[in-house]
């Protein structure tokens, strides 16, 4: 297992090729989080992936590669966030944006409220509810998932809840071309942007969709 400072250092060089920089503060929430992310795991089974370094690449890194995304956005809506993945490292990388991880899992969501609390990230809100029947009385800047759900579905989940003009974010793994198709009647798709992941020779793209500008026909 690596030590703390060999994982301090792995951090660094990854934030470095993303080119993203934060302070030694915000490094420390990030390794204090994944700190938490591999103790809670053992009891509540947060994620299949065991290995702290892995945690770091396929988890912190993953989700820290869209930042560079949402740096214009005030707030932030993660649908299905799970441990708070993308949502916890963005409200680190971003403490001035209102960021809230959203999931209808109790173990998932009581991890988040911890995260928030140990890391005392006060712009970050955690909300114990499904995302269909979620009473959340205000909209975003930016709705996002990580590995949630079908493009389409997560879209239909994800328009009620921008405000006018802001951006759907979908994190996806190959080129989803089949699911770039299946929604293209239901909002326009602006890009898809293909992520670099420092440590990973997997594919990441991140899908970014508004609500349709005209009626669509089928
Ligand atoms: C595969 S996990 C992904 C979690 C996290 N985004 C990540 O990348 O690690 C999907 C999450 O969506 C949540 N979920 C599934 N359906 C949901 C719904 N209708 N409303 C809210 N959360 C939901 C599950 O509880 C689970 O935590």
Redesign the pocket.
Known sequence: MPSESELALRLQQGLDQLQLALSAQQQGQLLTYLSLLQKWNKAYN??AIRDIDEMLVK?IL??LSVAPFCGAATSLL??????????VVLAIVYPGMRVSG????IK?TRFMQQVGYELNLTNFHVLH????T?DLSTTFDIVI?????SFSDFVT?ALPRLVPGGQIYA?KGRYPESELAEASSLCDINSVIPLSVPYLSEERHLITATAPSTQKVN
Not at 78 to 87: E, K, R, V, Y
Not at 102 to 105: F, G
Not at 129 to 132: L, S
Request: no cysteine; glycine share 10%; charged share 20%.
């Open positions: 947060l994620t988890h993953d989700s993660d649908i299905g966030a799970g441990a708070g993945l993308p949502s959203l999931d209808s899992n998932k509810a499904r995302a269909d979620a998932s990580r590995a949630f759900s989940l994190m």
